[in-house]
């Protein structure tokens, strides 16, 4: 084979797996919604399908199974969610700036996102029990973590002053706080998302030394 058809090949090779990978991007993107509503254990492949303007032997063609799919979805919402705080973090000229401006993004987030961060923490917990996306919630969360551990570094270095927790340990912290929160706000607590955002900038506080 030349060298010049090699070359047609592998663009059309390329091609096929491009597509393949945008067409299942889209079908996760449609079955984030019914995913979210209904979270993993009422959710089939199935009832994602009713849900959505794809059929059941569609999904099955681009996803193995439930699992396959469900894993696709929550990577392709942390796409976005591990750089939701990178824009005030590389704005922010002082301590307090950052302080006010993460407690705020939180709690926005917390407000817009209610049922995708449920779907998260949903998926988390049955990762407990579900060996077969372990290791996919364990690279998620790390991303998390690492997403916190930015904010906090960038904190103390404006404060001039250590972080005196670990990074984990401070990941657990906000993130605990934040899943509280939600809980309270999925349970109509009106002023859930406030009391996050007072909440937050004493957290901060506390991670680092005053």
Same mark, same amino acid.
């Given at each position: ?14 091609r096929g797996v491009d597509k393949f990978? *945008?067409?299942?991007?889209? %079908?996760?993107? /449609?079955?984030?919604? +019914?995913?979210?509503?209904?979270? @993993?254990?009422? +959710?089939?492949?199935?009832e994602i399908a009713q849900n959505s303007?794809? /059929?059941?032997?569609v999904l099955h063609y681009y996803f193995? *199974?439930? $699992?396959?799919?469900? +894993?696709?979805? &929550? ?7 591990? +750089?939701? @705080? ?7 000229? #002082?301590?307090? !700036? %950052? ?22 923490? *949903?998926?988390?917990? =049955? /990762?407990?029990?579900?060996? /077969?996306?372990?290791? *996919? $919630?364990? !690279? ?5 973590? !690492?997403?916190?551990?930015?904010? $906090?570094?960038?904190?103390? !270095? ?5 972080? $005196? &927790?670990? =990074?984990?340990?401070? @990941? ?7 899943? =509280?929160?939600?809980?309270?706000? %999925? ?15 004493? &957290?901060? #506080? ?5």
């Amino acid at each position: 084979m030349t060298e010049a058809k090699e070359r047609t090949r592998d663009r059309i090779s390329r091609r096929g797996v491009d597509k393949f990978a *945008d067409r299942r991007a889209q %079908l996760a993107e /449609s079955a984030l919604r +019914t995913l979210a509503e209904l979270g @993993y254990a009422r +959710t089939s492949l199935r009832e994602i399908a009713q849900n959505s303007a794809f /059929s059941h032997g569609v999904l099955h063609y681009y996803f193995a *199974d439930k $699992v396959d799919l469900l +894993t696709h979805c &929550v990577r392709q919402f942390e796409e976005v969610c591990v +750089t939701r @705080y990178d824009e005030l973090v590389a704005r922010a000229r #002082t301590a307090a !700036e %950052l302080e006010r401006d993460f407690a705020a993004a939180m709690a926005a987030t917390l407000r817009a996102d209610a049922k995708m961060h449920r779907l998260w923490y *949903d998926l988390r917990n =049955q /990762s407990l029990f579900e060996e /077969s996306f372990r290791a *996919d $919630v364990l !690279e998620i969360d790390r991303r998390r973590e !690492e997403m916190i551990h930015h904010v $906090v570094a960038r904190y103390a !270095e404006l404060a001039a002053v250590p972080v $005196v &927790v670990p =990074q984990a340990v401070a @990941y657990a912290v906000l993130d605990g706080l934040f899943q =509280q929160a939600l809980l309270r706000h %999925l349970a109509g607590e009106e002023e859930a998302a406030a009391e996050l955002e007072r909440a937050v900038p004493s &957290v901060l #506080t506390r991670i680092v030394a005053a």
